[in-house]
């Protein structure tokens, strides 16, 4: 029974936020984290109305997009465009200073359902129907702003999900760092983002959303009490 006393969302009963804790827990420790799984579980936990239905169409949605890119489109640029042309494109997945205000901008099944969302939840669409679909796509945490690429260092692609997808240039990259910290682009900024690195940063930024509005103190909690959940060294 929802809290009357409480804004939405609404937390999940006792007895299924202890079940999707366990399972956050043991995926986190996994020897590979599923990305999806996770976020899926995060939102779980946050909004109560996302049942085990909720969770499952949301991972046959990220099939069913990943089943619609090409086949092999080429190198890491084609991929880049490929997957542009459909999430970006045909989809219209984008982000808008406006989503930076909202909770379901960090929930991957309400990004999934709005196609709205913070950069590095879109990341996670991208990434999710990239990866399934076969190609070398990871994320990258740029400081301030999420981004993913594609292909090994010498051939590295970046996209900016957040624009829809857009492929980013050297420049562009630097610009992004430099509006965020005022200091040059480091290359080691552009290695891949291990998954629970990931999924830490969602959390942050949910506590983050909730400590700017006192009335959702519990949903700052719930973040809180996932984060030790995360294994400070991961499964190998």
Same mark, same amino acid.
């Given at each position: 029974?929802?809290?009357?006393?409480?804004?939405?969302?609404?937390?999940?009963?006792? #007895?299924?936020?202890?079940?999707?804790?366990?399972?956050?827990? #043991?995926?986190?420790?996994?020897?590979?984290?599923?990305?999806?799984?996770?976020?899926?579980?995060?939102?779980?936990?946050?909004?109560?109305?996302?049942?085990?239905?909720?969770?499952?169409?949301?991972?046959?949605?990220?099939?069913?997009?990943?089943?619609?890119?090409?086949?092999?489109?080429?190198?890491?640029?084609?991929?880049?465009?490929?997957?542009?042309?459909?999430?970006?494109?045909?989809?219209?997945?984008?982000?808008?200073?406006?989503?930076?205000?909202?909770?379901?901008?960090?929930? &991957?099944?309400? =990004?999934?359902?709005?196609?709205?969302?913070?950069?590095?939840? &879109?990341?996670? =669409?991208?990434?999710?129907?990239?990866?399934?679909?076969?190609?070398?796509?990871?994320? =990258?945490? &740029?400081?301030?702003?999420?981004?993913?690429?594609?292909?090994?260092?010498?051939?590295?692609?970046?996209?900016?999900?957040?624009?829809?997808?857009?492929?980013?240039?050297?420049?562009?990259?630097?610009?992004?760092?430099?509006?965020?910290?005022?200091?040059?682009?480091?290359?080691?900024?552009?290695?891949?983002?291990?998954?629970?690195?990931? =999924?830490?940063?969602?959390?942050?930024?949910?506590?983050?959303?909730?400590?700017?509005?006192?009335?959702?103190?519990?949903?700052?909690?719930?973040?809180?009490?996932?984060?030790?959940?995360?294994?400070?060294?991961?499964?190998?």
């Amino acid at each position: 029974m929802p809290n009357p006393h409480l804004p939405p969302p609404y937390p999940p009963s006792p #007895e299924r936020s202890a079940e999707v804790r366990r399972r956050f827990g #043991e995926e986190a420790r996994a020897e590979r984290p599923d990305l999806a799984a996770l976020c899926l579980l995060i939102g779980a936990e946050t909004d109560g109305a996302l049942d085990e239905a909720g969770m499952d169409a949301a991972q046959a949605e990220l099939d069913r997009l990943a089943g619609e890119l090409p086949y092999r489109p080429g190198g890491p640029r084609a991929w880049a465009e490929a997957v542009r042309r459909l999430l970006g494109g045909r989809y219209e997945f984008h982000g808008t200073p406006g989503d930076y205000q909202r909770l379901e901008s960090s929930l &991957l099944h309400e =990004v999934l359902r709005r196609r709205r969302g913070l950069p590095i939840l &879109l990341s996670v =669409v991208w990434l999710e129907v990239a990866r399934r679909a076969g190609a070398p796509v990871y994320g =990258v945490a &740029l400081p301030g702003h999420f981004v993913i690429g594609f292909g090994a260092p010498g051939e590295q692609v970046l996209a900016d999900p957040f624009e829809g997808g857009r492929v980013l240039s050297g420049p562009d990259a630097e610009l992004l760092v430099v509006g965020a910290t005022g200091a040059p682009l480091d290359p080691a900024m552009l290695g891949p983002a291990p998954p629970l690195e990931v =999924v830490q940063r969602i959390l942050n930024n949910i506590r983050a959303w909730a400590a700017a509005r006192p009335e959702h103190s519990d949903v700052a909690l719930r973040a809180v009490e996932l984060a030790p959940l995360i294994p400070p060294h991961p499964a190998r």
